[in-house]
C-alpha cells in the first residue's frame, strides 16, 4: 500500500516539536506501507527550486520524508503550496502516484492534498488535532483557512479525528463523512517505572504544558493548589515546561506563586525531553492539568501509560477516557478551581491511605489504546475501509 502523507504541521529545521504527534502517527504504520511525507514550512533557506529539495530517508526503511523550507515572505500559503505541487509533479512524472492520500490537518497542505487526490484519483483521508475547530473556546479559522478546511473536509472519504469530540466539531464543516476517532501515539519511554513509587512524604503533583495561560490556565491551577494547601493537603509540585528552567517567562506568574504562597511548593524545572518528562511521571503521584481547551492532550494519555493518575478539567475528548474511570484519575469541571482544590484534598488522603494502586491498570489502559502497535492497526484497518 503506497501512502503519500500531506503534514501541515511536522517537526523541521525551526520547529523540532511542531507536530512530532503527526510523525509519531506516521510512523506507526510506515513498516506496513510505502509511505512518503511532504512537509513545507516557511522557513530561512531560498525558495524552493527543482534542485533544492531531496528525499531524504525517516526512522523506518520504508518511510521517505520530503521537508522543503520555503522563503519565509508573503504569500506564504501560495509558496508552500507550489512547493508540495512541484514534489507532486515529480512523483507524477516518475510514476510514483499513491493508492492513498493522507492529510495530517487542514491548514496549508489541504489545497494541494485535495487537488492531487483528485488528479490521481486516489482517497483522501483527514486526521484531525486542531483546536481551531471549537469555537466554543473563542478559537476559530481566518476566512481563508475556513474555506480550505471546509474543502479539504467535504473531500475527503473519511475523518480521523483524535476524540469524538472533534469528530463533532468536523462534522459542522462536512457532515455526511464517516468517521474513525484514533487518538495520539505515546512513546516507548513512558511505561510503568522500574521500581515501585514511594508510598510516603508528600503527594507528588506534576504539570507539563506549554504555561500558556489563556489555554492552559496556570493562574486559576496556581489558586487551587493554594486553597488546597490551606486546607490541610500536603503536596509539592513539579513543573515542566515554558520557555526557559527556573522560570515562568509568562509576565505575572512569578509574583503570584509568592502572593499565593507557595514557593516552598513549587518547583520550576523548564522544558524537558520526553524521556526526562516520562522520568518525572514514574516519580509522581498524579498529573495536574487544568485547560480551558484541548482535543485529546498527548500528556494525559502519557501520565496513564506510566501508570499515573491524572486531575484535568472536563474539555474537549478528555471526560471520553477519564468519566467513569476513577483508576484513571478525576474529572474536574471547567474552570472550577473549588473542585480542583477538592480533588488535590481528595488524593492527598488517598495517598496517606495507602490507595494510590491502581498504577498496572492504568498502563494496561494505556497499553491498549495509545502504544504504536496499537494506534498503527487502527490507521490501516481506516485505509483498507477505503481502499474497498
Not at 487542514?106 to 486516489?122: F, I, T
Not at 489555554?215 to 513539579?238: C, E, P, S, W, Y
Not at 509574583?255 to 518528562?277: C, D, H, K, W, Y
Request: glycine share 8%.
Amino acid at each position: 500500500m503506497r501512502v503519500l502523507h500531506f503534514a501541515s504541521w511536522y517537526p523541521n529545521e525551526m520547529h523540532p516539536q511542531l507536530g512530532n504527534f503527526v510523525q509519531r502517527q506516521i510512523r506507526a504504520v510506515a513498516d506496513e506501507t510505502s509511505s512518503v511525507v511532504l512537509h513545507a514550512w516557511p522557513g530561512v533557506s531560498g525558495d524552493l527550486n527543482k534542485d533544492s529539495w531531496t528525499f531524504g530517508n525517516g526512522l523506518e526503511q520504508d518511510l521517505r520524508e520530503a521537508l522543503v523550507p520555503v522563503r519565509n515572505l508573503p504569500p506564504r500559503r501560495w509558496r508552500t503550496e507550489r512547493a508540495y505541487n512541484r514534489v507532486c509533479e515529480c512523483m507524477d512524472k516518475a510514476g510514483q502516484q499513491p493508492d492513498l492520500i493522507h492529510l495530517h490537518i487542514a491548514a496549508d497542505a489541504a489545497s494541494s492534498a485535495v487537488q492531487w487526490a483528485d488528479r490521481w484519483e486516489v482517497p483522501l483521508v483527514v486526521s484531525e488535532h486542531w483546536t481551531a475547530y471549537h469555537a466554543e473556546n473563542k478559537r476559530s479559522f481566518r476566512s481563508k483557512e475556513e474555506a480550505g478546511v471546509r474543502a479539504a473536509l467535504r473531500a475527503a472519504s473519511l475523518h480521523l479525528p483524535v476524540s469524538s469530540h472533534l469528530g463533532r466539531a468536523m462534522t459542522r464543516f462536512a457532515p455526511g463523512v464517516n468517521q474513525q476517532v484514533i487518538p495520539n501515539v505515546v512513546e516507548s519511554c513512558f511505561s510503568l517505572p522500574q521500581k515501585p513509587r514511594a508510598i510516603d512524604g508528600s503527594l507528588r503533583l506534576l504539570h507539563v504544558s506549554s504555561l500558556l495561560d489563556d489555554h492552559k490556565n496556570i493562574k486559576g491551577m496556581l489558586r487551587a493548589l493554594a486553597d488546597a494547601a490551606t486546607r490541610g493537603a500536603d503536596f509539592v509540585v513539579q513543573v515542566i515546561g515554558g520557555a526557559g528552567a527556573g522560570k515562568l517567562e509568562i509576565p505575572g506568574f512569578e509574583n503570584l506563586v509568592g502572593q499565593l504562597g507557595l514557593q516552598e511548593r513549587i518547583e520550576f524545572t523548564g522544558p524537558a525531553s520526553p524521556f526526562e518528562v516520562a522520568t518525572a511521571m514514574q516519580r509522581s503521584d498524579a498529573l495536574v492539568l487544568f485547560s480551558r481547551y484541548e482535543n485529546l492532550p498527548c500528556v494525559l494519555l502519557e501520565a496513564w501509560s506510566t501508570g499515573l493518575p491524572v486531575m484535568a478539567t472536563n474539555v474537549g475528548g478528555v471526560g471520553e477516557h477519564l468519566e467513569g474511570r476513577p483508576m484513571l484519575g478525576a474529572l474536574i469541571p471547567n474552570e472550577d478551581e473549588k473542585a480542583l482544590s477538592d480533588a488535590i484534598l481528595a488524593f492527598d488522603q488517598r495517598k496517606k491511605s495507602g490507595e494510590l494502586t491502581h498504577e498496572k491498570e492504568t498502563a494496561d489502559y494505556a497499553s491498549a489504546r495509545f502504544t504504536t502497535s496499537a494506534v498503527g492497526e487502527r490507521i490501516l484497518q481506516a485505509y483498507r475501509s477505503v481502499l474497498r
